[in-house]
């Protein structure tokens, strides 16, 4: 099995706040995906806390693989119990975005 590990401190720094950055890891994820059967990004304790970084860095792959493909390929280690309820979250959000949408509720009628 081929594993390929991110460090956020080592690519990242202190740059964790911004889209731009959080595009940094996911290009990353993005380049290693289809040659690495898991992909271990490890946190370092590093406190995150940006919605912004964390959506591009990994909400995004939410909207191009099921939650079962992100369970069985990704791993986070060191990341705080903020910044891991603040990927769950988002990783839901996502996975409900790509649910196709329901035109009202059955047996109600819309008004036009």
Do not use: C
Not at 33 to 46: C, E, P
Request: aromatic share 6%; net charge positive.
């Amino acid at each position: 099995m081929r594993t390929a590990e991110i460090n956020i401190r080592e690519v990242s720094g202190e740059r964790t706040a911004t889209r731009d950055d959080g595009r940094v890891i996911y290009e990353k994820i993005k380049h290693l995906w289809s040659n690495h059967d898991r992909i271990s990004v490890d946190f370092m304790n590093l406190l995150v806390a940006s919605v912004s970084f964390m959506d591009e860095a990994f909400g995004h792959l939410a909207l191009e693989h099921s939650q079962q493909e992100l369970r069985s390929k990704l791993a986070f280690k060191n990341m705080s119990e903020f910044d891991r309820a603040l990927l769950n979250d988002i990783i839901a959000s996502r996975i409900r975005e790509r649910l196709p949408k329901k035109r009202g509720k059955p047996g109600h009628r819309r008004h036009v």
